[in-house]
Nanobody, 120 residues
Framework: QVQLVEYGGGLVQPGGSLRLSCAAH????????MGWFRQAPGKERKGVSC????????YYADSVKGRFTISRDNAKNTVWLQLNSLKPEDTGVYYC?????????????WGQGTQVTVSS
């Protein structure tokens, strides 16, 4: 069964950090670009970051540049998103997606999401 599973979300104070993980089951991530999307309450789901399959190039939304870091380990079939200096506006459900290229739409495979809440 093809599946992406995210975990690592939680409640954190402003300025805090979290590390989100996305593990693939039933397929290998080697040939997929991996993206992280975020859906804030009452808003559309939007891309936050992506890492390419070919050369590991990384992309970030302007709102998270310098604070979030995406990484991958194909041997572990896992992608991570390190969230630092968190702000209340980072609150939302974070989803990972597997796609052929980094796009603004995401791919065919999505995880179930993990909730991140930034609040004092």
């Amino acid at each position: 069964q093809v599946q992406l599973v995210e975990y690592g979300g939680g409640l954190v104070q402003p300025g805090g950090s979290l590390r989100l993980s996305c593990a693939a089951h039933g397929f290998t991530l080697d040939y997929y670009a991996m993206g992280w999307f975020r859906q804030a309450p009452g808003k559309e789901r939007k891309g936050v970051s992506c890492i390419s399959a070919k050369d590991g190039s990384t992309y970030y939304a302007d709102s998270v540049k310098g604070r979030f870091t995406i990484s991958r380990d194909n041997a572990k079939n896992t992608v991570w998103l390190q969230l630092n200096s968190l702000k209340p506006e980072d609150t939302g459900v974070y989803y990972c997606t597997a796609e052929r290229l980094c796009t603004s739409a995401g791919g065919d495979y999505w995880g179930q999401g993990t909730q991140v809440t930034v609040s004092s």
